[in-house]
């Protein structure tokens, strides 16, 4: 008997220990018990994943839960799943197609048609790694849908987020950001051979930069903006990229994944902590990896992405739609020389 106790007594140390590692990265639970009774809440991509599970953390909060998503009987199916467990009837699924922009304004005035407030605003939703598809309009499909949709959203919301200060805006990016680039010559793959990788780091990179300018512009007027990377979690988003397309990937990474890959309940914990903690009101323009504020990329960091020729470049792909680049109020920004201003579009 005794031989026994030795090899079980480091086996469970093995698999306590596995467990407490795993529970590290994972990152844990949202530190703060703040509630948002009344607050209304936008979370696109809420039928399933991290959106959903964010929207069942808001809504166990008190929040007025909408649920913006492009099957609108999935989405249904999910609000009613989030009614059931929280006993929260303030959450609504409403159509939003991200791919379509005929359909992102349509919700943009309905929203501002029928709620008195928005007072959060999260960007979930996304694409990840698929074919070289397109969206309505003729964007590539992973800019289009990460990126451009929410951009034009967030524009058409901005005047009721600011009506509704204090507000927030919490825009989805991936650590894949780090490895973006973007091709201001080719943004649509027009010219190039498609690598589905790089045009999802691309989109990822965009978000930053989106974040941090919008941040900027915002100043004083009650709305922040920060983004953040979840985690990489069990979802659906991944489904594109064949990671689990053999038993014997799945075998051999399956230990891998267990330890590093999130459920989607504890992806949801960072933005639900943007979007309710105390501590993060006034906080604004930054990047969180988890719970944590960490400093993004070199190039999210870099302010002369954003210049006057951003609106010649975006505009050879929004002809057909040029409201797109939503013009907002110029801000002074101080350069080398002391003074000056920026205009352009956010993108």
Not at 323 to 328: A, E, F, G, P
Request: net charge neutral.
């Amino acid at each position: 008997m005794n031989r026994y106790i030795l090899p079980l007594s480091m086996l469970g140390t093995a698999v306590g220990g596995a467990v407490l590692l795993k529970d590290f990265v994972a990152g844990g639970a949202c530190p703060s018990k703040a509630t948002i009774p009344g607050k209304t809440v936008i979370v696109t991509g809420a039928n399933t994943g991290i959106g959903k599970q964010t929207a069942l953390e808001l809504a166990k909060r008190g929040g007025n839960i909408i649920l913006a998503c492009r099957d609108l009987e999935k989405c249904e199916a999910a609000a009613r799943d989030i009614r059931g467990e929280t006993l929260n009837h303030r959450v609504n699924a409403w159509r939003l197609d991200l791919a379509s922009l005929k359909s992102i304004r349509e919700f943009a005035a309905k929203i501002n048609a029928e709620e008195e407030h928005v007072h959060v605003l999260v960007n979930n939703a996304a694409v990840m790694r698929c074919p070289h598809w397109t969206t309505e309009d003729g964007f590539e499909m992973q800019l289009g849908v990460n990126h451009l949709g929410h951009f034009l959203l967030t524009n058409l919301l901005l005047d009721k987020l600011k009506a509704s200060a204090p507000s927030r805006i919490i825009n989805l990016s991936s650590l894949a950001h780090v490895a973006g680039h973007i091709d201001f010559d080719d943004l649509n793959w027009e010219k190039r051979k498609y690598d589905t990788k790089a045009a999802y780091c691309q989109s990822k990179l965009a978000v930053v930069l989106f974040t941090k300018e919008l941040s900027r512009r915002l100043q004083g007027t009650g709305v922040t903006v920060n983004a953040l990377h979840p985690g990489v979690a069990r979802t659906e988003l991944g489904r594109h990229t064949g990671m689990h397309s053999s038993a014997f990937s799945s075998f051999t990474l399956g230990p891998i994944f267990w330890l590093l890959v999130k459920s989607p309940q504890l992806a949801a914990q960072p933005s639900t902590y943007l979007a309710v903690a105390e501590e993060l009101e006034g906080v604004s323009g930054k990047y969180f990896d988890g719970l944590r504020e960490k400093a993004p990329a070199p190039e999210a960091e870099d302010e002369e992405m954003w210049t006057p020729a951003m609106l010649t470049i975006l505009l050879r792909y929004t002809e057909r739609q040029p409201t797109i680049l939503c013009q907002m109020p110029t801000v002074p920004r101080e350069g080398p020389g002391g003074g000056g201003t920026k205009d352009g579009p956010t993108l």
